[in-house]
């Protein structure tokens, strides 16, 4: 299984969702799953920013753009090549008041292309190319917004990363969220985490099962 993971915390070894993310790779390797990982962390390689060139070139046709239109798209059309080779998505991130990290919002930006992560076709339709790819996001959070919670409303990153996501073609992304952990105490965040390590091991459970039974196909035929 090819999986593209993609880390966001501006945290190094302190990262909470980085621990998960890792913790959930390696629960797929113990499940027997063969990972070919592609790695990305956009807190130490965080893509380009949206300038006017960006904009210009994306919405110019491709057989009309000129070199220089060609070299800004460089970067953003490798991005997406990579995230439309994967089998499955890995992202990974903490919530930065009360959404996305604003490297990962950069790499949403850089992978949100018309014609290569989702084409408009004839009859009008916005047609998303990541609809074959398994996604699972893997959210920390400091406070507990859990639905029923008194700052549940306050959750804007779920939203937010199923819209985008959802325009470009993955229809039933998991969510695994720890919380709460920088609001709480220890008793809380030990729990937390716990919660979000046995989410994740029947996540990494239900993937493995569909990969080796796709394996077993194969072999068979």
């Given at each position: 299984m090819k999986i593209m993971h993609v880390d966001a915390s501006a945290k190094r070894e302190r990262s909470n969702s980085r621990a998960l993310s890792r913790f959930f790779i390696e629960q797929l390797r113990e499940e027997g799953v063969d990972v070919d990982l592609d790695y990305l962390d956009v807190a130490v390689n965080t893509p380009p920013h949206v300038t006017e060139a960006f904009a210009i070139a994306t919405y110019t046709q491709a057989s009309e753009r000129t070199q220089a239109m060609?070299?800004?798209?460089?970067?953003?059309?490798?991005?997406?090549?990579?995230?439309?080779?994967?089998?499955?998505l890995v992202l990974a991130m903490p919530m930065y008041n009360w959404s996305m990290p604003s490297a990962?919002?950069?790499?949403?930006?850089?992978?949100?292309?018309?014609?290569?992560?989702?084409?408009?076709?004839?009859?009008?339709?916005?047609?998303?190319?990541?609809?074959?790819?398994?996604?699972?996001?893997i959210t920390s959070r400091g406070a507990d917004l859990r639905p029923g919670t008194p700052f549940s409303s306050?959750?804007?990153?779920?939203?937010?990363?199923?819209?985008?996501?959802?325009?470009?073609g993955v229809a039933n992304p998991t969510f695994v969220d720890a919380q709460p952990l920088q609001f709480s105490d220890q008793?809380?965040?030990?729990?937390?985490?716990?919660?979000?390590?046995?989410?994740?091991?029947?996540?990494?459970?239900?993937?493995?099962?569909?990969?080796?039974?796709?394996?077993?196909?194969?072999?068979?035929?």
């Open positions: 060609k070299d800004t798209l460089a970067a953003s059309d490798a991005l997406c090549q990579r995230l439309l080779d994967a089998d499955a990962f919002k950069a790499f949403v930006d850089s992978i949100t292309r018309t014609g290569l992560t989702y084409v408009n076709t004839a009859d009008g339709r916005i047609d998303g190319q990541l609809g074959r790819q398994k996604v699972l996001f306050m959750d804007a990153l779920t939203p937010s990363l199923k819209a985008a996501f959802g325009f470009l008793q809380a965040r030990t729990e937390a985490l716990e919660r979000a390590r046995g989410e994740l091991s029947a996540v990494a459970a239900r993937w493995a099962e569909v990969s080796l039974t796709m394996q077993e196909e194969l072999a068979a035929s």
